[in-house]
């Protein structure tokens, strides 16, 4: 088991700066999501730590030693790749005892690990298979076998569920979890899914253009967003925003904390609108309610409206966020809260 | 149902005149051995004869005492497969650099090889043989082996092989904590055997048949390669005696018919591979 | 440690050093030398009595018939080969596209001469030609038609030579074009008989468009190597009868102890010409060939 820290990280391919001047700790034991939309380096930061891509310049720390300077096989770490990356040659026993036989493991005891961890994953009865017989939910256990095998102080995993189809992918979630538990080792898990990112972490570390954005448990992050990003790239639909018109800031609401309703109620925000579109998803309804200036994703448990249905939508006061030009939340106790909370009030019927 | 029969007879007219055109290219061949059984006095005949009377063996037994096969044939196997090793040793690490290593000048030297590529034997027979001649190998089949040690072809063929071999398994094998000479040789070599096949099978056709290279480089008969020793029939054994002569290029034909024979569809995918490639 | 990166970085050089070794000294090398010997009248049993005389052999070559002669020979050669072979093996390839049994059959058939010896084919055809007892004759006479003189005038010579290198080659290039035919998603045909598309439009306006980089491919291999023929012109004619077959190689080829200086002074020129073909041929490719 180990933590893991990067300090003053910069990492540049060719001439392009991916990320500068990083410093991010990741806790023993935790099962950490590194999440954010493609290109933002969340891939880069799993590569350097484990070594096949290493830092332009900063110090990468595992269990409070420097790693700069040891190769990827020597840093107790083992990775899942996105495409499993198996080895095609080899049967699913010569795959999972590679790294063991690379490591001097006595015969006797690697043979012992690899029937316990074919169990465990379910892989036994076919391990003098050719990874080309193999499904491709086998396959990813494979992976998943060749990495556990070498008892890791660090679970590196790269979107690993990203080809499966949704059914297994959701199993496979649930699998994830309850393998942390047992293990209780370090897990760090790059996905751009925002669903796995909330499902399966401890901790959320949401990136965008090489910057750490936010470093918060899924609820918080939920709850708490320090900025519109996070804002708008947790939850689905994203959060609403809207122009306030003071000061260049923008406020926002989740489409699940809005109530629909024939006539205007007495909610702190509230405007009228027509519903342009309908989503009945079965067990909720997402309707996109067109105002004068702008246009909102509602989420609603019942399905009580029809397109082009005259609607009021409502939110209350301790749903609504704020944010800064700049695009930080604007907190509770910020001097001007109330002024935006007023001016808020005003926006009715716009 | 006028349709259903047009179908019919359109299937049996395309198979008759498929059965032509393979004719074109299969029918020289026949013709070949036809004549290797004919007597002289069948040769003659006009019309020809089409099938001898009585099978005549001993033809092939006075084309391979025209001279000496059993040295020709020796020598044609001896280089063909010292051709093959070589070319394997200097091929693999070469294109395994390419493919998978990052260093400075990589780019120039790869445009050597392409360069290599493009100038043929007929370009550089002349320097080549003075060079041979100034080593003091023109008696030996050093000549007809070493210069063939760098396919650039091969290599270049190769090194798309392992290109398209994803990195993450070059990664995940580093993880695993094998040494680049155990990721080439245990991981990478055994999933390009496919394309080691096709190099390989191209260059033992291309070098058993080879013709004009031996020509240039040998003067004695104790290193002539087989296709040499078979054109020679044509002077040893006098213009006209057909059947002589075609039964010593039965000798040279058919063991690669026999090979073709048995794999064809090995030898024409590798055919199609270097093509598309 | 240190050790250890520096040995990592010399790594890729030791593994192509056997490679680049081989091709510096059979291809850069000789290229180089040949350039030298270009330059002298070259004496063979004394090399000191060899004579530097400037540009004198090139003067020579572009004035001396026999080499135009060669030159027309080769690149009339070259042109039919190329040409005939594009167009009928294009034509058998659609024919053969079709996966079957019977078209696989038939497609392995035609290659068998490809994979033959250049010697063997030469020797048979010799034989076939034979203006006397020949077969190729004697289907002529039996249809009615005068026979043909074949290698032996030097009216039919070069295209007896043509004739041959096309039949060996046809095979191969249906094979590529076959596969390259194949390889084009049944989808797009779908969506063009949806477009209400005729045959020939498909052909002209899809097909031949999606299979031109393997078409160019074939173009720029063909070329090149019909322009060094020489085994079917040694084996089947000698350049003769009256030069009517002789080409560049076999020219370059029989200088090859008389005057090496003048000999290596052609293959220049014939270096030069492949050079020029494959970079017009790559210019080309860079603007008018559809990729996907």
Redesign the interface.
Known sequence: MASIAFERVTKTFEKNVVIKDLDLKIEDGKFTVLVGPSGCGKTTLLRMIAGIDPQTSGKVLIGGRDVT?IAPGQRGVAMVFQNYAIYPTMSVRDNIEFGLKNNKVGKAERNQLVETISSTVGLYDYLDRKPSTLSGGQRQRVALARAMVKKPAVFLMDEPLSNLDAKLRAQMRIELIELHKKLGTTFVYVTHDQVEAMSMADTIVLMNQGVIQQEAAPDVMYRKPSNLFAAQFIGVPPMNVGELGVEGVRFGFRPESAVLADEAGDEHFSISGRIATREMLGSETLYQVRGANHAFMIKCTEDLFTVDQEVHVGVAAKQMYFFGADGKRIDEDHHRYRDYMEALRGKRNG | MKTFEFKYVRFAVG?VL?AA??M???F??L??IS?SLQTFRE??S???TWIPAVPQWRNFIEAMSAGPFLTYAKNSVIVTTSIIVIQM???I??A???AK???IG?NV?FG??L??F???G??????????MADWGLIKTLMPQI?????N?FG?FLLRQYFMQIPEEIVEAARLDNAS?FKIMWNIMIPMAKPALATVALFSF?SH?????WP??MTDSASIRPL??G??ML?ETEGISN?HI??AG?VV??VP??IV?LFC?KQ??KA??YS??K | ?DKQSRW??L???M??A??????????????L??IY?SFFKYNLMNKDKSKFIGLDNFTQIFTRADFYKALSNTMIYTASVVLLTMFISLL?AVW?NKKSK??V?????????????????S???L??M?P??G?LN?VLK?LGLPPSQWLQSSKTALLSVIIVSV?QG???YV??IV??LQSISPSIYEAAALDNASKWKVFYKITLPIISP?LF??LV?MT?GSF?V??TV??MTGGGPNNATNTI?YY??GF?TTN?GY??AT?VV??AI??LL?FVYFRLLSKKVHYQ
């Open positions: 300077r | 198979l498929k055109m393979l074109v290219f299969i020289p061949f013709w070949m004549t040769t003659l006009f019309p020809p040793l200097v091929m690490p070469a395994y650099a390419f290593y990052k260093f990589k030297l050597m090889i360069l290599a493009m100038i043929p007929q370009v550089t027979f002349i320097p080549v043989y003075m060079m070493i210069p063939f040690m760098s650039a290599i680049e056709v058993w048949n080879d013709y004009f020509l240039i296709t040499l078979i054109a044509r057909w002569i075609m290029n040279l034909v690669i018919l073709y064809s030898i024409v055919f199609v093509g598309i | 440690m990592a970085q790594r890729p050089y593994m192509i056997p490679a680049m070794a081989g091709i510096l000294a059979f291809v850069i090398y000789p290229i030398y040949l010997l058998i053969l019977i078209n059959i038939v497609q392995a058939g035609i290659f068998t001469p490809h994979i033959i010896s250049i010697v063997s084919i020797l048979v055809w034989w076939l034979e006397n007892l077969f004697y039996t039949w046809i095979g191969y094979l590529i596969a390259a393997q491919f074939i291999i090149i060094k020489f085994d040694q084996v190689v370059i080829y090859r090496i000999s290596a293959g014939l270096m492949i050079g494959t």
